[in-house]
């Protein structure tokens, strides 16, 4: 049996901007204040309430699914969805199956034809509970852009939990007929007028995350799963999905708390996407786009290291020389100093998140992810080649090039430990993305302790860097126009801070040249 799919396309915004959306000339369609067959509402507000279920032990949701009961007036629509692996940045498509139904608990009948049975078989308490509930106002219009139909609904109410309740305020396009450009176009064309943010949570994963206390918290970059009979153009899409889902997920929760880990958490998934267009270039090298976007990725985040410079400086490096030297008075004003300079750093960085430009260059790159030159027939034909192969060819590149680079490392200037320290970044980011084609139990084993030598390596170039970096923040501080240079405790306090800190560099440099040979003994996993 073949799934029913959904494709839908994700925003969100705040209340006044979801108003504004309301009466956008765009979204203005076919809508007649009728239902259609579904029961759906064709242009007026209308209550929802969804509520969703899972056994005692979240059987569905560790499998990747969830099964909701949806009361709409006197309807009720059953829907199952695979959740896992499937969202992204903006974009759903994912298995789906609805049917109508009587009641307010689940319908067995209902989800025959679905997943579900085979889960509740083999759960410890196949019993279905209510786990949380969403609560919104729902205006649906059918409206048609280009050669399409599009459904635009807008959703304005709150997730409720037993830990709490929390608002949700998007817009949701689904594609009825006709082509993903159009419907990204009609995204783009909204964005120029309305502010509108990528989603990255699903209803459910809010309502989990939410009940689970993670909601608001930053959080690292998940597994990628690629299928066993994936190209190396499927892979390359799923990576970079995911690392604009690191990406959004964490800018939601810097933009709201300033959380020095959620920015280093959106530099860490700007690399691991930059890393993607890198380890992929020669699937993209007939798109002179690919190359266009990537740069406009650097080139607009480039302030981003700034900030997470002093982050690290105040975190980390500040707090130790506090403890080695407790009753040096300059460190208190240059603590005051730094923090300060950390604050309008922060404030650059979220000036640039929530920048128009910021908010449609992402929607350009998720547009061309899905359709894109690359995807057309001009393309080379290492798109199409197997993912495994060509995983295997870049992984095996780029060990070469660390272990070449990484020669004699304990003697290397810090600008070649630097190029040693972006190969090894590059060469991590693809063994992770590529862990999944080599599943059997050789591969695993080889994988884990690649990976970890590989990390060792990467954790010593890494303090290194700091310690560079540290000593560069240190003597900006005497720099600047007359008036807003340092005093002279907090100068004499950073010099002490960058002579302890040296004397620091020849462990770290031993450490990192074994750690180096460490990793080329290490049996690559992809052969």
């Known amino acids: 049996m073949s799934e029913p799919r959904e494709t839908e396309l994700k925003l969100e915004c705040d209340r006044l901007d979801l108003a504004a959306l309301g009466g956008h000339p765009l979204l203005q369609g076919e809508g007649d204040g009728k239902e259609d067959a579904q029961g759906n509402g064709q242009g007026e507000p209308e209550a929802v309430l969804s509520t969703y279920f899972d056994t005692p032990d979240e059987a569905l949701r560790a499998a990747g699914l969830t099964l909701r009961v949806r009361r709409r007036g006197e309807a009720r629509l059953q829907t199952v969805k695979a959740e896992a692996g499937a969202a992204a940045a903006g974009l759903f498509d994912r298995p789906e199956w609805e049917v109508a139904i009587t009641g307010d608990a689940p319908d067995p009948a209902a989800f025959a034809d679905t997943p579900v049975p085979r889960i509740l078989k083999d759960a410890k308490d196949a019993t279905l509970e209510p786990r949380f509930t969403t609560v919104v106002m729902r205006t649906e219009r059918t409206v048609p852009y280009g050669a399409s139909r599009i459904r635009a609904t807008l959703d304005e109410g709150r997730v409720e939990t037993q830990a709490g309740d929390a608002a949700l ?90 959380d020095p880990e959620a920015l280093h958490q959106i530099r860490v998934a700007l690399r691991r996407l930059r890393s993607a267009f890198s380890l992929f270039k020669p699937v993209l090298a007939h798109d002179p786009r690919a190359a266009s976007l990537a740069e406009a990725i650097k080139g607009a985040t480039e302030p981003f290291g700034r900030a997470r410079n002093l982050d690290v400086f105040l975190e980390t490096t500040l707090p130790e020389e506090r403890a080695r030297r407790p009753d040096e008075p300059g460190l208190e004003e240059l603590a005051a100093r730094l923090a300060t300079e950390r604050d309008r750093a922060h404030e650059t960085v979220s000036t640039i998140l929530t920048s128009p430009e910021w908010r449609g260059l992402l929607l350009d790159l998720l547009a061309w992810l899905h359709t894109g030159p690359w995807l057309g027939e001009g393309a080379g034909p290492a798109r199409d080649a197997p993912a495994r192969d060509f995983a295997a060819a870049v992984l095996g590149r780029f060990r070469k090039r660390v272990r070449k680079r990484g020669r004699h490392l304990a003697k290397l200037d810090p600008e070649a430990r630097h190029r040693v320290r972006i190969a090894g970044k590059k060469l991590r980011y693809g063994a992770d993305f590529f862990a999944s084609l080599f599943p059997d139990k050789t591969a695993r084993k080889r994988h884990k302790a690649f990976s970890a030598a590989l990390s060792d390596l990467q954790d010593h170039l890494g303090a290194l860097n700091d310690l560079a970096t540290a000593h560069a923040v240190m003597a900006s501080l005497a720099e600047g126009p007359p008036g807003t240079a340092a005093s002279g405790p907090a100068v004499f306090a950073a010099g002490l801070t960058a002579a302890d800190n040296e004397a620091r560099t020849r462990d770290l440099l031993a450490a990192a040249d074994e750690a180096h040979g460490d990793l080329v003994d290490a049996k690559p996993f992809w052969r």
């Open 169 to 258: 305020c998007e817009l949701e396009l689904e594609l009825e007929s006709g082509t993903p450009a159009d419907l990204f176009a009609l995204a783009q064309a909204l964005a120029e007028t309305v502010p509108l943010h990528l989603g990255a949570l699903s209803k459910s994963e809010r309502g989990f995350a939410l009940r689970d206390g993670r909601l608001g918290l930053p959080s690292k970059a998940g597994s990628v799963a690629l299928a066993e009979d994936a190209s190396a153009g499927d892979a390359f899409r799923r990576i970079a999905m995911a690392c604009l889902r690191h990406l959004r997920l964490n800018e939601a929760v810097f933009l709201a708390s300033r």
